[in-house]
């Protein structure tokens, strides 16, 4: 047996907590015994971590190794706690020191580790940046014998890897360790190895047990009883029977996990459900929750207390949350390997098997789910996107290898990087450009082929150990009743948020009204159209070759209907794709309704009025590239106004009036050659080029992390800076992460060609029209002008103001609007001049005494005769003139002017405090000195 292997003291314990080993264990621990270098590949629950772990135990307590002699690398905070606490009970048994480092670590806790360094210390990805340079540390950092990356398919395609790659290659140049990788499932093995394994010799356990996986993609059909819950909550009916599916899946399954793709839907869903079922034990888990929230509602799970946690990818990696016996996906998980770690979580023993469901939500969603469904049961991955030798990592990891060996060669530190798989393309020109550069902002300089680090480089190497953007919120506020809707992310609101433009949050749709410092003032709208969910940063990029087949799907049914019938092709669907009866009956009724198919060879043009929608089945990021080009090109021919929305199927374009533009030339204009061309030009001049050169500029050092830049400031620097490595990067990253420059090239090309060919229509189709209908779950029925005042009026009725007499000065009382006694009078010396005010202290009663012995200046004159035309506006008009002095930013002289003209109607009257609120808003930017 496998476990035998291991030392004595390991196979007691083992004994206590195994009964057998797992197919992982069995297959990784002889070749760690043997001190191979490893990528363990293994789903979540299959026993990695101990895999890697139980043999390092081993080889610990026979050999007499010098701390820190194991190094456990984790990509995210909650995975290095959830990892002690797993590990910790053998530690303790063992009598083996292991200790946690993150960005909260207290600095007496990292003096501890410094002094008295553990034998096991487990670190994120950014904690090793400041370790690998502290010199006490570092000498601890000469005796590691073993290092284990877990998780590292989550980073391969992103900056946070490329940093990892570069710390593990400088961790290597100070000592000869044993490297274990650990990932869940990743479709280009040989690549994780090339750009983690230093070079080393690597062999591959791939673990992957031989589950049942049953997965169903469903779209629930409305029942009688889900009126109810639609009239309760304010939701459309189709959102109604899926919220009652969820929760029957839910109450029918010992624990689920609940997935959805943002942060904002998933708190849509849990306060739904609570308003639903306030019995029902459900909590919500993501990111942006505090650490204490999570770590409870994980207990919670794990004690059986609720039953279901609604969650994002905070639980997709493998923290240990107990026995999970149904995963729901709500909507498309837009990626297989993502559906397939979730899914992974199901089934509390490796034996047992995986259940999934995917709740779609709309016909786009039923394709594309159901392509992914069964794309997850063959196991066919998404290739992997690296990204190509990023110049501001470069410029951080060179000053930490000049921390590293002071006063290092440019040959050594270029052929440092030359070395490493995400910079073998490095040019020795494009390195020498970043180093001058780096001298230029005074963080180096160079002499005699010596690179030198200056004092500024200590702050700026500490300040941006994280790749990870940094992002302040702003207050989103509805201007009706002031209250706080959502706090939105910085990137959002920079990229999509101007006056008169429509969002939805929080469920609902909102008409920006202004935007001043870190508040964004909205009021309700009914215009869906064109509105921008501020979740859509979050989403993942659905894939070329998924938005693909769900074309190839399209057409493949409309083939099928017009041979063998519709009949035939409900069986055929039911056959070959996980799906439900209604699931296959909505892709038959979508495209039985098509003259024409979007398909992957096929490019439809439709339009109607002032909507475009220009159907191309090429996945988010080629979908991305082509409008960031017709934006440009339409923008630069046409003088007129637009709104342009993409998706993974098409892209939609709102004009202001109709337009007569010839989309189908503008296509076939664009050549392969220039579309580089095209990109440099227009990307610079964009939203995103603004908020990426921010982040890019700060990665470089040349500004600071808390620097709070406006927009002509940004743009300045942008022209200032237009021949630096640092605008080179900005490019290369919005084209790595928001784009695909390659494949647009060869889509253009098959333009050319006639291998893809352009069809124009008059009149939008049902595909194209579920495009504009894709916000399916808001819960809106267009809020009517009546509602909207109605919502002002009653936090006007519920204002309270507190009444002093102006008078005597001696007497004042609080009241709600609402409660205001008629005919109110001073209960001291009888009189009405009565001034309803909003705040009061004790200088308004000093002003009314002064004011009595005729003692006042200009100013308080001023003040005072304020003071008293409210008294005379409330003692003239009663209730309505404490009404509309209690608006923001209505005083004396526009209260009478509103006062004094006719209302046919209450609501005529609150209609119109409620414009001149909202003109006082729009103005009070330009009134500040």
Request: hydrophobic share 40%; glycine share 4%.
């Amino acid at each position: 047996m496998i476990f035998s292997l291991l030392g004595k003291k390991i196979q007691d314990l083992i004994s206590q907590r195994f009964k057998e080993p797992t197919l992982v264990q069995r297959l990784a621990i002889p070749k760690i015994l043997e001190g191979k270098n490893l990528l363990i590949i293994s789903e979540t629950g299959s026993g990695k971590t101990e895999s890697a772990m139980l043999p390092i135990f081993s080889k610990l307590i026979e050999e007499n190794y010098k701390p820190i002699s194991v190094l456990y690398i984790t990509p995210l905070r909650a995975l290095n706690r959830d990892l002690l606490e797993r590990l910790i009970w053998w530690s303790q048994k063992l009598g083996i020191e292991i200790d946690v480092r993150h960005g909260d670590t207290s600095s007496y806790r990292r003096r501890q580790q410094a002094e008295f360094p553990p034998k096991i210390l487990i670190a994120t990805l950014e904690t090793l940046q400041p370790i690998l340079v502290g010199k006490k540390m570092r000498e601890h950092l000469k005796n590691i014998k073993f290092v284990i990356v877990d998780e590292v398919h989550e980073v391969i395609d992103s900056k946070r890897g490329v940093q990892l790659s570069l710390a593990l290659q400088r961790l290597s140049l100070i000592s000869n360790f044993q490297l274990i990788l650990l990932s869940a499932t990743v479709s280009e093995e040989e690549k994780v190895i090339r750009a983690f394994g230093l070079g080393k010799k690597f062999e591959i356990v791939k673990a992957l047990e031989k589950r049942e996986k049953e997965i169903k993609v469903i779209y629930p059909s409305s029942l009688p009883k889900d009126k109810e819950i639609s009239e309760k909550l304010l939701i459309p009916l189709s959102s109604a029977s899926r919220l009652r599916k969820v929760l029957e899946l839910i109450e029918g399954s010992q624990s689920s996990l609940l997935f959805t793709n943002t942060r904002e839907f998933a708190e849509i869903l849990g306060s739904r459900i609570k308003l639903l079922a306030r019995n029902f034990k459900v909590d919500v888990h993501h990111s942006s929750l505090g650490k204490e929230a999570r770590v409870l509602t994980e207990r919670k799970f794990k004690q059986k207390e609720i039953k279901s946690v609604i969650c994002t990818s905070s639980l997709q990696l493998g923290i240990d949350i107990g026995h999970v016996d149904l995963v729901i996906q709500y909507q498309s998980p837009r990626k297989v390997t993502q559906f397939l770690q979730r899914i992974g979580r199901s089934g509390h023993a490796i034996s047992k098997k995986i259940k999934g469901i995917i709740i779609a939500t709309n016909e786009d969603d039923i394709f594309e789910s159901s392509i992914i469904a069964k794309k997850a049961l063959n196991f066919e991955l998404e290739k992997i996107k690296t990204y190509e030798k990023p110049l501001d990592i470069l410029a951080h990891q060179t000053i930490g290898l000049l921390f590293d060996f002071p006063n290092s060669s440019i040959d050594f530190v270029f052929s440092f990087f030359k070395k490493n798989f995400f910079y073998r393309n490095l040019t020795k020109q494009e390195f020498l450009q970043v180093l001058k550069f780096l001298e230029s902002i005074g963080l180096i300089f160079i002499e005699n082929g010596k690179l030198i680090k200056r004092r500024k480089a200590y702050e700026y190497y500490f300040s941006q150990i994280s790749t990870i953007p940094s992002s302040k919120k702003y207050k989103m506020i509805n201007l009706l009743d002031k209250k706080l809707i959502a706090n939105l992310d910085e990137e959002f609101v920079l990229l999509n948020v101007e006056k008169d433009s429509n969002i939805i949050v929080k469920g609902e749709a909102w008409r920006v009204v202004d935007i001043q410092e870190d508040k964004v003032f909205v009021e309700p709208s009914n215009q869906i159209e064109g509105a921008i969910p501020s979740w859509e940063g979050e989403l993942i990029p659905v894939s070329f070759e998924v938005s693909q087949d769900v074309c190839k799907l399209r057409q493949k049914i409309y083939d099928l209907i017009e041979k063998n019938g519709k009949d035939f092709v409900l069986n055929f669907l039911k056959k070959e794709y996980p799906i439900d009866e209604n699931c296959a009956r909505k892709m038959v009724e979508v495209i039985e309704k098509q003259e024409e198919i979007p398909n992957d060879k096929k490019i439809l043009i439709e339009k109607e009025g002032k909507i475009v929608v220009i159907n191309l089945c090429f996945g988010s990021k080629v979908n991305e590239t082509i409008s960031k080009i017709l934006e440009a090109l339409i923008s630069s021919r046409y003088f007129v106004k637009f709104l342009i929305r993409k998706d993974p199927y098409r892209i939609i374009i709102y004009f202001e009036n109709p337009v007569d533009i010839n989309f189908k030339e503008i296509f076939k204009e664009i050549k392969k050659e220039n579309l580089e061309v095209y990109l440099d030009l227009i990307l610079p001049n964009s939203k995103i080029f603004e908020w990426r050169f921010v982040q890019v500029a700060k990665r470089f050092g040349l500004i600071k992390e808390d620097a709070d830049l406006s927009k002509s400031r940004v743009r300045k620097l942008i022209e200032e800076f237009r021949y630096t490595p640092i605008f080179a990067e900005t490019l290369n990253e919005i084209k790595t992460e928001k784009l695909d420059v390659e494949k647009t090239k060869k889509i253009f090309e098959k333009i050319k060609k006639g291998e893809i060919e352009i069809f124009e229509k008059k009149k939008l189709s049902k595909i194209s029209k579920i495009g504009l209908e894709q916000f399916s779950d808001i819960s809106f029925f267009g809020k009517e002008e009546k509602e909207l005042i109605e919502i002002f009026k009653k936090r006007i009725l519920e204002t309270k103001l507190t009444f002093v007499c102006v008078n005597c000065g001696k007497w004042y009382e609080r009241y709600l609007i609402k409660e205001i006694p008629e005919n109110l009078k001073c209960r001291i010396c009888g009189a009405k001049l009565i001034a309803p005010l909003k705040v009061v202290n004790k200088n308004i009663f000093n002003l009314i005494k002064k004011a009595k012995r005729k003692k006042l200046n200009e100013k308080e004159a001023k003040k005072y005769n304020e003071l008293k035309e409210k008294a005379e506006i409330f003692m003239y008009y009663g209730k309505k003139g404490a009404i509309a002095l209690a608006c923001k930013g209505i005083g004396p002289k526009t209260a009478k002017r509103i006062l004094s003209r006719y209302y046919r109607s209450e609501k005529e009257f609150f209609k119109a405090l409620l414009e001149e609120e909202k003109r006082y808003i729009l103005n009070k930017k330009f009134w500040k000195v």
